[in-house]
Nanobody, 121 residues
Framework: QVQLVESGGGLVQVGGSLRLSCAAS????????MGWFRQAPGKEREFVAS???????TYADSVKGRFTITRDIPKNTGHLQMNSLKPEDTAVYYC???????????????WGRGTQVTVSS
């Protein structure tokens, strides 16, 4: 099992920045890929970004150029730096871990409980 705990969410104005963190514990060696997903009110959960063991990354088109995903493998932590935030970025953000470098939700085996990000206009 892998346990994931997100932090860093909050309220920010349009154009502002937030840095989300994800702390992993447990059998972290079984989860080579870390991803971030988000779910806005009334919408399906959607892919945001992911990073694999070697540092390769992929992003949703909606956040490309504004968000940056990183991970510190020795510390079992990951981060999502979010810049130039827009009202449509408002959502609950979830950290996820799995063994496939994927943008598909079902490919991730482990999930955190989420952290709220609210962007006010």
């Amino acid at each position: 099992q892998v346990q994931l705990v997100e932090s860093g969410g909050g309220l920010v104005q349009v154009g502002g920045s937030l840095r989300l963190s994800c702390a992993a514990s447990g059998r972290t060696f079984s989860a080579n890929v870390m991803g971030w997903f988000r779910q806005a009110p009334g919408k399906e959960r959607e892919f945001v970004a992911s990073i694999n063991w070697s540092g390769s990354t992929t992003y949703a088109d909606s956040v490309k150029g504004r968000f940056t995903i990183t991970r510190d493998i020795p510390k079992n932590t990951g981060h999502l730096q979010m810049n130039s935030l827009k009202p449509e970025d408002t959502a609950v953000y979830y950290c996820a871990a799995g063994s496939s470098f994927s943008v598909i939700e079902r490919d991730y085996n482990y999930w955190g409980r989420g952290t709220q990000v609210t962007v006010s206009s």
